[in-house]
């Protein structure tokens, strides 16, 4: 979905209501995304002195992978979105009035809706996502000699590790007879 500038400019707000299927695109612009349900999009395009204000709510389902098996969980996202777009003119004329604000310049004549709601999805997938079964850390990944530690008991090997060291008798004495070289 798409507006002109000339059309947001004359009716000032526009609201929507729409459901864009992304999931090719999101698939092709990301290996992350396994599939995609169709997003849900709630929202307005605004038009105030030069600027274009795009607001709106998504609510997409996402299939992508669980960041210890990569096994397919389903992950819900829902998301505010405020962005603000202006004309290249305009930037150039008003420069000291935008300095402060994160305004987009707009290479074209209208506003892609669809694209902006792809653009924020991939930019809210997060690093780590785990499977229902995957979220205890009973059930961590181990091997032949290696094992997966969360970062709890990490911290608590590395403490007990330090208290060994500390009850050695001879644990103060450690760097007395080494010499230093320059």
Do not use: C, H
Request: proline share 3%; aromatic share 8%; no cysteine.
């Amino acid at each position: 979905m798409k507006w002109s500038i000339l059309e947001v400019s004359k009716k000032k707000t526009i609201e929507f209501e729409e459901e864009l299927d992304l999931t090719a695109e999101l698939r092709q612009r990301s290996e992350e995304i396994l599939d995609a349900k169709p997003v849900k999009v709630q929202g307005q395009v605004s038009y105030d002195t030069g600027i274009y204000y795009l607001d709106y709510t998504l609510k997409v389902e996402l299939i992508i992978p669980s960041s210890r098996s990569l096994k397919p969980v389903d992950y819900l996202m829902e998301l505010s979105v405020s962005e603000a777009f202006t004309t290249e003119a305009f930037l150039k004329e008003n420069k000291d009035l935008l300095d402060d604000d994160i305004i987009f310049t707009l290479d074209e004549d209208w506003i892609s809706l669809s694209e902006s709601v792809a653009d924020n999805i991939l930019l809210e997938i997060p690093l780590q996502v785990l499977a229902e079964d995957e979220r205890d850390n009973a059930n961590l990944p181990s091997g032949k000699n290696w094992t997966v530690l969360s970062e709890a008991d990490y911290r608590k090997q590395k403490e007990e590790e330090t208290d060994k060291e500390k009850k050695s008798p001879f644990a103060d004495l450690a760097g007395l007879f080494t010499e230093e070289k320059n």
